[in-house]
C-alpha cells in the first residue's frame, strides 16, 4: 500500500474549514463590523458617519428639540420606553416605536409594512407633524446652510450634494450597522454547550417546539419572518389592512381577511432591551407577553385572528425557562449608549 497521502481530502478539510471561519466570524464577532451595501454596492464608513450624525441631530425637526435618537433611544434598545413617544407636538404617536436592531435584512418597514425600503422609512417621521414637523424642502435648505453638512454631504455624494434622497441614504447606512449578534444562543448553536443555562436551553427547547409554535413566526436568524399577522389583542388600529386592502371585502375570517389588525411580527433580538411590547406598548415585561399567548391573546374572538393564537397550557415552570431564553439566550453583548453621539 502506498503511503502517500492523497492530497483532496486535505485540502477539502481546509477548505471546510476556513468556509466555517469566515461563516462563524460574519455571524458571531461581537466587535463585526457592518460595512452595508447600497444598491449592491459598498457603502463607505464616511456615509454611516454622516448617517450617524444625521440620526442623532435635532436640526432635523421643526424646533430643533427632536432628533431620531429622541424616539429610537440607544439605551432602551433603540426604542423608547414608553408606550407612545411624543415629538414636536407633545401629541403621544399612535404606535410604539419599534427597535432598531438587525434591520438590514428588512424588507418593510413600520409596524403595518407601508414603507418599502429604510432609505424610504428614514425620511418619513421627519415632514411628520406629530414626529419631527420639518418639511423635506425645509430640511434640505436647512442642511444646505451648515458648512459641515455642505462639506460632509459633498465628500459623501460628489454628484449631488446635500438632497433628501441622499439624507434618507446616509440615515439608513448607519441604521444598518446596529446589529445585535453573537448572543448565547449563537453561541450554542455554534457547539459551545455551556453558553446557555439549564432553563434558558428549556425555554430553547419550549421555543421551537410545536407546543408553543413560538417560531413559526419569529423565524430565522433575526427571529422574525417580517410577515403580519392578527394575534389577538385589543385595540381599534387596523394595521396592515390600513396599507393592504386584500382581502377588505372578504366575510371570511384568517387567511382570507389576514390584515385585519395584523402587525410585522418584531424581531426578538436583544427583546429584553426594548420594552413595553406590542405595537401599542401594552405590556411592560415579557412575563406579561408570555402570559397573554399562553391564555391565546387578549381577544381570542378578534376578526382575522391567526390560527396559531390559541392557549397553550405552559405551566409556570415552562413560562419562566421561556422568558429566561428571551432575556439570557437573545441578549448581544454589542452595547449601545448615549456615548455614540460623540
Not at 392557549?311 to 456615548?339: C, H, I, R, W, Y
Request: aromatic share 10%; with cysteine.
Amino acid at each position: 500500500m502506498s503511503s502517500r497521502i492523497h492530497p483532496f481530502p486535505f485540502v477539502k478539510t481546509v477548505i471546510l474549514s476556513c468556509v466555517l471561519f469566515f461563516l462563524v466570524g460574519c455571524t458571531m464577532g461581537p466587535e463585526r463590523k457592518i460595512l452595508p451595501t447600497f444598491n449592491k454596492e459598498p457603502v463607505s464608513q464616511r456615509r454611516i458617519d454622516l448617517g450617524k450624525t444625521l440620526f442623532f441631530d435635532k436640526i432635523l425637526s421643526h424646533d430643533k428639540t427632536v432628533s431620531c435618537a429622541t424616539c429610537h433611544q440607544p439605551e432602551y434598545g433603540f426604542a423608547d420606553p414608553v408606550a407612545f413617544s411624543t415629538g414636536v407636538s407633545k401629541k403621544p404617536l399612535a404606535r410604539h416605536t419599534p427597535h432598531l436592531f438587525n434591520i438590514f435584512s428588512n424588507s418593510s418597514f413600520f409596524w403595518d409594512g407601508r414603507s418599502p425600503s429604510l432609505e424610504h422609512q428614514a425620511l418619513q417621521p421627519i415632514p411628520n407633524e406629530d414626529e419631527m414637523g420639518l418639511p423635506v424642502k425645509e430640511m434640505v435648505k436647512r442642511l444646505k446652510q451648515e458648512p459641515r453638512y455642505v462639506t460632509e454631504f459633498g465628500a459623501v455624494f460628489p454628484r449631488s450634494g446635500v438632497t433628501a434622497k441622499n439624507v434618507g441614504i446616509a440615515i439608513a447606512a448607519f441604521e444598518r450597522t446596529i446589529v445585535a449578534d453573537n448572543t448565547p444562543f449563537d453561541r450554542f448553536q455554534s457547539g459551545d454547550t455551556k453558553a446557555l443555562s439549564a432553563s434558558a436551553k428549556r425555554g430553547m427547547d419550549l421555543f421551537f417546539d410545536k407546543k408553543t409554535n413560538c417560531s413559526k413566526c419569529h423565524s430565522g436568524d433575526n427571529f422574525t419572518d417580517s410577515d403580519f399577522h392578527n394575534t389577538g389583542l385589543f385595540g381599534e388600529d387596523l394595521g396592515r389592512a390600513t396599507v393592504d386592502r386584500h382581502g377588505q371585502f372578504q366575510m371570511r375570517p384568517y387567511p382570507f381577511f389576514h390584515t385585519q389588525k395584523a402587525f410585522k411580527t418584531p424581531s426578538l433580538r436583544n427583546v429584553s432591551l426594548t420594552a413595553p411590547y406590542m405595537h401599542n406598548g401594552a405590556f411592560n415585561t415579557l412575563e406579561e407577553v408570555i402570559e397573554i399567548y399562553n391564555k391565546g391573546g387578549q381577544d381570542p374572538e378578534s376578526y382575522g385572528i391567526s390560527l396559531d393564537i390559541k392557549p397553550l397550557s405552559l405551566t409556570q415552570q415552562e413560562m419562566k425557562d421561556l422568558v429566561l431564553f428571551l432575556k439570557e439566550g437573545l441578549l448581544s453583548p454589542n452595547k449601545f449608549n448615549a456615548a455614540m453621539t460623540h
